[in-house]
């Protein structure tokens, strides 16, 4: 039932940018891309949330195009504490699917 | 500001055992989810509510009930619990719009021995 997809892993060094993109090809008119991130024994938190085009908040940027199909996390500056797994979903209040966490991201900073 | 709290931290039950695992929403938030994580897995959605009453089931097995009380609280109750059953339980919180952000709880780590 996930309708999104994300790269398995990815790795990178402190201070790095890092872009984790996650498809959504069957993404309905009104569904929001939401993504979350998640440390080991912990729930998941609530990064970033958009509908189209640029977001950006104190944490992180949401790219999204136009025909709105992916969408692009991008986390400026990494750090060792950036290392988690970051979930993509996408739904609205009226999409059952919105509750369903597909395989995440994990990602790896190293020193 | 106030999260989502779930209670207990840890519980430690044996097979055919029953368990109640509790979590208390964010004030003003309407809707309740609860998710299952086992070790190195994704977590699975087992079941919401909305407004006190049930709006959306997920894989939630049929030893399991859950149900969200008037103050907004909700709880979920496991009987004959199995090895199986051994994993994180989450509970999130949100207020519904169309655009929902789910609020998480520290989760209740539930081992059935």
């Known amino acids: 039932l996930a309708k999104t997809t994300q790269p398995i892993s990815m790795d990178s060094y402190e201070g790095q940018e890092v872009n984790i993109t996650c498809s959504h090809n069957?993404?309905?008119?009104?569904?929001?891309i939401t993504w979350y991130q998640q440390f080991p024994s912990q729930g998941p938190r609530f990064i970033i949330q958009?509908?189209?085009t640029k977001v950006t908040n104190e944490v992180a940027s949401l790219f999204i195009p136009a025909d709105r199909k992916s969408s692009t996390l991008s986390l400026p500056r990494v750090s060792l504490s950036d290392t988690a797994v970051y979930y993509c979903l996408v739904g609205d209040t009226a999409d059952f699917n919105k509750f369903y966490f597909g395989s995440g991201t994990k990602l790896n900073v190293k020193p | 500001a106030a999260g989502v709290i779930q209670s207990p931290r840890h519980l430690i039950k044996e097979k055919r055992e029953t368990a109640t695992l509790k979590c208390y929403p964010i004030p003003r938030h309407d809707t309740v989810y609860w998710y299952q994580q086992g070790p190195g897995q994704d977590p699975q959605f087992l079941i919401s509510f909305y407004e006190k009453m049930q709006s959306d089931k997920g894989s939630i097995p049929d030893r399991f009930s859950a149900q969200q009380f008037s103050d907004y609280h909700s709880e979920l109750n496991m009987s004959s619990l199995e090895l199986g059953d051994s994993a994180l339980y989450f509970c999130?919180?949100?207020?519904?719009?169309?655009?929902?952000?789910?609020?998480f709880g520290s989760g209740t780590q539930l081992s059935v021995l």
């Open positions: 958009g509908y189209k």
């Open positions: 999130a919180s949100s207020l519904r719009d169309r655009d929902e952000k789910l609020f």
């Open positions: 069957n993404i309905a008119t009104n569904d929001y």
